[in-house]
């Protein structure tokens, strides 16, 4: 073979299986490739940038005194398909009859004068998230499916808000004003994990 057939040879391009490779061998040896790993988050559109602004607003709806039109200024629109549920009259008095041994009198006046309301009372549930999961570790593990580990942030809240004749006779809030989790998911077969389970899953039937 001469000079030039030779010159040819080694200018030829590898193919796009052998440059993945070598990328991958190249992270492998760096810092992990973190910055290559998936980062992902979920949203309830809401005006609020925090838990504690959500439950600031809805200390400012007063039982008794607040109209339902003055809810949407607050940022509890109840016409909002995406973050709010009404809830069937069933459900409500399920939820919110008094238990056992417990006298109707003794409940909060909101929701008993919504039980005796009956269908003449609706009570929303709002659900506001703001929740962001990045993959950490190392990118080789986590790409070939061996190992991941996924850190999850942010908050959620939730409301219950009961509108009887246009206007509020109850609110309430809970939820998790900071969320701060560590998801981990270890798979000893790495790419043959999701095979052996589907045969798994055969033999079983």
């Known amino acids: 073979m001469n000079d030039t057939s030779t010159l040819q040879a080694t200018r030829r391009p590898r193919s796009p299986t052998a440059l993945a490779t070598a990328a991958l061998l190249v992270c492998a040896q760096l810092s992990g490739c973190g910055s290559l790993l998936p980062r992902s988050s979920v949203e309830a559109r809401s005006p609020f940038d925090s838990y504690e602004a959500a439950q600031r607003a809805l200390e400012r709806i007063e039982p008794y ?4 039109s003055d809810l949407v200024a607050l940022g509890f629109d109840l016409a909002d398909a995406r973050n709010v549920r009404i809830i069937p009259y ?9 238990h056992a041994g417990v006298a109707l009198a003794d409940i909060d006046p909101g929701l008993r004068d919504c039980i005796l309301a009956r269908l003449g009372c609706q009570a929303f549930e709002f659900k506001l998230t703001r929740e962001t999961r990045t993959r950490e570790g190392n990118f080789l593990l986590d790409f070939l499916n061996f190992q991941r580990h996924t850190a999850v942030s942010g908050w959620r809240f ?7 004749d246009g206007i509020v006779l109850f609110r309430s809030a809970g939820g998790e004003p900071r969320i701060d989790q560590l998801e981990q ?4 077969l790495g790419p043959l994990q999701s ?3 589907s045969a798994a899953a055969r033999i079983k039937r």
């Open 185 to 188: 998911v270890r798979n000893p």
């Open 90 to 98: 069933p459900d409500l008095v399920a939820r919110l009859a008094p």
């Open 158 to 164: 939730e409301a219950l808000v009961v509108v009887r």
């Open 65 to 68: 005194k607040t109209p339902a």
């Open 195 to 197: 095979i052996g389970e």
